[in-house]
């Protein structure tokens, strides 16, 4: 029984760039979520999918992050015209139903220079 | 809005000492979820224990125990006889239906067990 996968785990840009990150959720988990976390914070809600839905965005997430998530299973996470304050890691986590525990894959840490 | 408090931002503990993680809440709503989680230098959140607001008895499991207070608004933490190996960032964080189930997290305490 694998757990949530993301890719890559590292990640280092120059400031323009555009990158992408890949979330793989827990087999059959309906629900998967985006969250940002900065040093020394806890992690902050981006967005969430129920199957292929994206169903909320946070007001974090300006114009320049999309996320999908086709077909329900995996999901990515773009960013473009990368900042230095994107610098951060983005964590990614799948329950079954909407109201079950969230589990968390490694992260993906951004660094941009 | 959902609100977390971590009041401790570090402990550091000898090993085989207790130790307790405080976490304070805020929300309006009567239907909500309680979690914490392990952060270990990994950087991998793992998920440690969750309860319902109607549940409010405590829970031991091997080293660790949580006391759910509604009249306080507080979900506390104890690690008894820490270990080494304990050392890492725990997060308290909150859901509510109402919110999508996402979650609100605290901003951690660094907990480190010194041998």
């Known amino acids: 029984d694998t757990g949530v996968s993301q890719n890559p785990r590292h990640k280092i840009t120059k400031r323009g760039q555009n990158v992408t990150f890949r979330c793989d959720p827990i087999?059959?988990?309906?629900?998967l979520y985006w969250y940002r976390q900065t040093l020394g914070q806890g992690p902050e809600f981006l967005t969430y999918?129920?199957?292929?839905?994206?169903?909320?965005k946070s007001r974090l997430l300006s114009d320049r992050f999309s996320a999908e998530r086709p077909k329900g299973s995996f999901s990515t996470l773009e960013i473009q015209r990368t900042e230095q304050g994107d610098s951060a890691m983005y964590l990614c986590?799948?329950?079954?139903?909407?109201?079950?525990?969230?589990?968390f894959g490694p992260g993906t840490r951004l660094t941009v220079l | 809005a959902q609100k977390v408090t971590q009041a401790q931002t570090e402990i550091s503990v000898v090993e085989k000492e207790d130790v307790t993680l405080d976490c304070v809440y805020e929300?309006?709503?009567?239907?909500?979820?309680l979690f914490w989680y392990k952060q270990p230098p990994s950087g991998e959140l793992v998920f440690l224990i969750r309860?319902?607001?109607?549940?409010?008895q405590n829970e031991i499991s091997g080293r660790y125990s949580w006391n759910f207070q509604k009249s306080t608004s507080s979900f506390n933490f104890t690690i008894t006889a820490s270990q080494v190996v304990d050392s890492a960032v725990y997060f308290c964080?909150?859901?509510?239906?109402?919110?999508?189930?996402?979650?609100?997290f605290g901003e951690g305490t660094q907990l480190t067990v010194n041998p």
């Open positions: 986590a799948s329950s079954l139903a909407y109201i079950d525990t969230q589990y």
């Open positions: 087999s059959e988990h309906n629900r």
């Open positions: 999918f129920q199957n292929e839905a994206q169903l909320e």
């Open positions: 929300t309006r709503d009567t239907t909500y979820y």
């Open positions: 309860r319902n607001s109607f549940d409010e």
């Open positions: 964080a909150l859901s509510v239906e109402t919110s999508g189930s996402r979650l609100t």
